[in-house]
């Protein structure tokens, strides 16, 4: 569904992207990972069509997503981390936008607007900030677009909440859809996001499921930490340990410690899994 092939991009002088290469497909939903600042925004709006790539090429069901072609548009959706709320009662704002997707279910807008306890006959910006992202969310995921992209979407939230946006959001999952969701509160949505995406500015360290790393990677925790392991975090009651697999013996994935070993050892977690 996307395909990016040796990406380059920058702000000026900035380099943000120096050569990407990534595919994604449908029947996933994706958690993006990175360090503040390594491009994940700028990797969403680069797929959505709001920025164009320097060099290298970024395709989204064999569009070019700055050609903001409509037959684009209609098929996917941006949920920005922040956004300025109109001021607009959120029901018309649902229902005039809703006209520009033709899959967009105003029933099931209803549906999860009550799910998430919003009042659609407010204005947008008169609601909460957590209220405002719930309402966004509910039309995103009522537009059915094959493509939605999510930018921190648990931010804001309180726990029931973001309880109910992991139930909603894999309700939406299809086999022909694709959700992106980048994240840095990977414990609000650990057992949704699947596969796992680590970048930085070089390039992917990591694309896989958690599948592939539970059989690759064994996570452990104990007293002590692990001599022979890639990294041993201290937390409350003992060492979360993250070594190669050689057991055959598959463990729960911790995303959290992957990700700070992924970090820490990006060489040998490449060498591991490409092998």
Known sequence: ?????????????????????????????????????????????????????????????????????????????????????????????????????????????????????????????????????????????????????LDEPSNGLDIPSKSQLRKVISEASTDDSCIIISTHQVRDLENLIDPIIILDQNGVLLNESTERIAQKLLFSFSNNPDNSALYNELTPGGYISVKKNDTGYETKVNIEALFNTTLKNKTEISEIFNR
């Open 1 to 149: 569904m996307v395909s990016i092939q040796n990406l380059k991009f920058s702000y000026g002088r900035q380099i943000v992207f120096n050569n990407i290469n990534l595919q994604l497909e449908p029947g996933k939903i994706y958690g993006l990972l990175g360090q503040n600042g390594v491009g994940k925004t700028t990797l969403l709006k680069i797929i959505s069509g709001f920025l164009k790539v320097n060099k290298g090429e970024c395709t989204v069901n064999g569009f070019y997503p700055f050609d903001r072609f409509p037959q684009f548009l209609e098929d996917v959706f941006f949920v920005p981390e922040d956004f300025i709320a109109p001021d607009t009662i959120v029901n018309d704002y649902a229902r005039l936008r809703g006209e520009f997707y033709p899959e967009y279910d105003s029933n099931k807008f209803g549906r999860l607007m009550t799910d998430f306890e919003v009042n659609g006959n407010f204005k947008f910006n008169k609601l909460s900030y957590g209220q405002q992202k719930k309402a966004l969310i509910a039309f995103a995921l009522s537009t059915n677009t094959k493509l939605i992209l």
